[in-house]
């Protein structure tokens, strides 16, 4: 009975036990498969991640707007026993948004940026700036890309448009898009709304801008990676975007030399430079420093600045070893005598450390001077001079009569006759476009001896007035009726001084001519001009923004402002370093006159506690008897509540007092700038340096000025007897809060493949 149970006992587990043995079999194989699979996986995420490291330490050698470099290199070092391709390309950030067809070059003409301002209620801010330089500009796109968890708030668009986009989800968050059909002349775009506040006159920025903006959720972060564009039917300029993001395309590829087997994985990553003083606050690890000086200057206290410098300097050295230049923003502002049009000194020469740097034709930072080729600007007479003794015919006054570009002979002239020797000299126009030494200045006068009859030969020589001197060149014989001939006398030098010729005494310069009758006839002059050559000091660096401010018409101040980070990396890594500007020019001889420039450098470094940034930039005018009011929100002052404030302040006098700058409604002042003189041209923020009509002030405004917990502060400036120009003020403290922060970097989309 036993042994028939037993049989079939030992067939039953012959059927069964091979098939379990064969399951795993398969069992074992497929986990050596996954883990194989796994250790893939791994090695090429590794070489993803060393690509992000690259390009993080700018070790990808693909330049900006190229889009068609593929760079490729290996790993050094096995991963898991596996060889490590890596390939990166960077990707035109509008791929599948717009149309190509117009190139893939942002336009310098227009500009778009864009960024969340405000952390508490997740207000983002779209600006688009437009120089005018292509006229009439129809724009028919404003679009954003966010980042996943990213949301438009319904309702809350304003500025350009109150109507909500259009959504689309692309590469992991959302595409916003509002359309404007037909579409809308730049101009015709609503402007935002003017600063806020009493008592300033705001000027007339250049670019002009447009703002549009809208609220996301989640509130309290920053959208890193986020970007903004606009979209015209100029096909010259039929796109701009915000090129502080760009998108790179990595491909790694793990291999297996046993097996042959391979993994690649492809991932689309934004590298966000970040942005600070155009989308509000926000936080570095690290701190700031502001210097300048002046290009004007008083030197015989008369309270009227008569000097015009070629070039000023300004030292940093205070910067730690282990800083990193995060952000350079240089400004320039002086004043100037209007007749009736106005126009920003938009061009200045920056030397670091003896060393000239300036932009190409393509925008590169550049190292180094061009030859720099003789140039010429022509002065023509402008108003009357010390003289006005010569009869006049066609024109009044005297100078109307030898003012023109091309001479109209006999329509309008000046002349002598009954034997008298007259005299004319007439202002001339201040320089514009001249900076550099001065070779030569050279004055020229057509003139001719006529009479309807028989006319003698006449005399004429060439006048130049300057140090309240008169100057003759030498005697010219005018033969009688033999028409209009050009003459000339050309002075190397000063004859006053003897010295090279300076912008102050070209602009304080008289010309003329001065005339002899010696028979019958008379001695005639149309026009008489100068010019004045002269060898630039630098190669140019041109104002992104500039602004433009009357003073009291006709006169008016301007202000400039440049990104030259990319300039002064090219020297120094830390930020220290001596800093030359040349070029700022103004006009002379009044009390409203001044011309100045100022540097501020933001830098990163790990010896530094993280602070939070504000800057407010629009240019502003305070009359007599005025104030003004900023509040400065969206930080919280952590409980180590250190905090500075930098202001840069154009025309202020050190003997007019009853300037006043309170802060949080404590007045300002330290052992250079008292309570009621804080604009007096002496810069705490220099080490109490005097500079002569420019303010470079920075004040502690730490605690309890700046208490812990805070999240808005107020700035009040108040003036009674001395009028001046506010070109920016900057703050900076310890916060609790972070902002947008350079080289932000996130994964937009993963894809895994294998073989």
């Known amino acids: 009975m036993v042994l028939p149970a037993i049989l079939i006992l030992l067939l039953f587990s012959g059927l069964v036990i091979p098939p379990v043995l064969a399951y795993v079999s398969t069992g074992l194989q497929a986990g050596v498969s996954k883990e194989g699979k796994i250790a893939l996986s791994y090695a090429a995420d590794a070489g993803i991640e060393d690509a992000l490291w690259r390009t993080n330490e700018k070790q990808i050698p693909i330049d900006d707007y190229d889009y068609e470099t593929e760079y490729g290199y290996s790993l050094p070092e096995a991963i898991n026993n596996k060889n490590i391709e890596v390939s990166v390309k960077q990707v035109w950030p509008l791929v599948g948004l717009e149309s190509d067809e117009n190139g893939t070059t942002p336009p310098l003409s227009l500009t778009t940026t864009g960024g969340i301002i405000d952390e508490d209620t997740g207000e983002y801010k779209v600006q688009i700036s437009y120089d005018g330089s292509l006229g009439y500009l129809p724009i028919d796109r404003v679009a954003v890309w966010l980042p996943s968890g990213f949301n438009y708030v319904n309702g809350t668009s304003s500025g350009i448009t109150t109507s909500n986009p259009a959504s689309l989800d692309w590469h992991g968050g959302k595409s916003l898009t509002w359309d404007f059909d037909p579409a809308v002349n730049f101009t015709e775009l609503p402007a935002p709304e003017p600063p806020s506040g009493g008592g300033f006159a705001p000027a007339t920025e250049y670019p002009a801008t447009r703002v549009l903006t809208f609220n996301v959720s989640v509130v309290g972060q920053q959208a890193n990676g986020s970007y903004s564009w606009t979209r015209t039917t100029n096909s010259s300029v039929y796109l701009s975007w915000d090129t502080d993001c760009n998108i790179y395309k990595y491909s790694s590829t793990a291999t297996d030399d046993t097996t042959g087997k391979s993994m690649t994985v492809e991932s689309y990553t934004y590298v966000g430079e970040g942005g600070i003083f155009n989308t509000g606050g926000a936080l570095y690890q690290g701190d700031y420093r502001a210097v300048g000086n002046t290009l004007m200057l008083d030197n015989n206290s008369d309270k009227k600045r008569e000097t015009l410098l070629d070039e000023s300097s300004a030292i940093i050295s205070n910067i730690f070893e282990d800083g990193e230049v995060a952000l350079a923003y240089l400004y320039w502002s002086g004043w100037r005598e209007g ?6 000194d938009k061009t200045v020469g920056l030397k670091i450390n003896g060393n000239s740097v300036y932009y190409n034709d393509q925008g590169q930072p550049v190292l180094g001077e061009l030859p720099r080729d003789p140039a010429d600007e022509i002065l023509r007479p402008s108003g009357s001079g010390s003289y006005t003794n010569c009869y006049r015919a066609g024109d009044y006054p005297n100078y109307k009569c030898v003012d023109e570009q091309v001479t109209d002979g006999s329509s309008t002239y000046v002349y002598s006759k009954y034997g008298y020797t007259r005299l004319d000299t007439y202002n001339v126009a201040n320089h514009s476009e001249g900076s550099g030494t001065i070779s030569s200045v050279t004055v020229y006068a057509t003139g001719r001896a006529y009479y309807y009859n028989e006319c003698s030969d006449m005399r004429m020589q060439i006048a130049a007035r300057t140090h309240s001197t008169n100057y003759y060149g030498d005697m010219i014989d005018m033969i009688g009726n033999a028409g209009w001939d050009e003459y ?8 006053n001084t003897g010295e090279t010729w300076t912008w102050s005494e070209i602009d304080d310069l008289q010309i003329g001519i001065k005339v002899y009758d010696d ?10 001009y100068a010019v004045v050559n002269y060898t630039p000091i630098f190669q140019g660096i041109t104002a992104s923004k500039w602004w433009l401010l009357e003073n009291d018409y006709p006169d008016y101040s301007y202000s400039c402002f440049r990104d030259v980070t990319s300039l ?7 930020g220290n370093a001596t800093y030359t500007v040349s070029g700022v020019t103004g006009s002379t001889g009044s ?5 100045g420039w100022s540097l501020v450098i933001v830098y990163y470094s790990p010896s530094e506690k993280a602070h939070q940034f504000f800057l407010y930039d629009h240019f502003l005018y305070a009359d007599m008897g005025t104030s003004h009011i900023f509040d400065i929100e969206g930080f919280e002052a952590p409980e180590d509540a250190q905090a500075a404030l930098t202001c840069f302040v154009g025309e202020g006098d050190d003997f007019y007092a009853s300037d006043y700058l309170e802060f949080n409604n404590n007045y300002l002042s330290d052992a250079v700038n008292p309570v009621n003189n804080v604009w007096n041209g002496k810069c705490s923020g220099l080490g109490g340096e005097f500079i002569d009509g420019v303010d470079i002030d920075t004040f ?4 309890p000025i700046v208490n812990p917990g ?3 502060a107020q700035v009040e400036l108040t003036t009674d007897i001395d ?5 920016y003020i900057i703050l900076s403290f310890r916060s609790n809060v972070g902002g947008l922060t350079p080289n932000s970097m996130g994964i937009i989309t993963y894809n895994y493949s294998s073989n």
Do not use: H
């Open 700 to 703: 502690n405004v730490s605690s």
């Open 710 to 712: 805070d999240t808005a």
């Open 723 to 727: 009028s001046w120009n506010l070109v």
């Open 339 to 344: 007749d009736g049009g106005m126009e920003a």
């Open 488 to 495: 000339s006398k050309s002075w190397s030098v000063n004859p």
């Open 568 to 574: 002064v990396r090219l020297v120094t890594t830390t």
């Open 591 to 595: 009390e409203w006159s001044y011309a």
């Open 519 to 528: 028979g019958p006839g008379y001695p005639q002059c149309t026009q008489v």
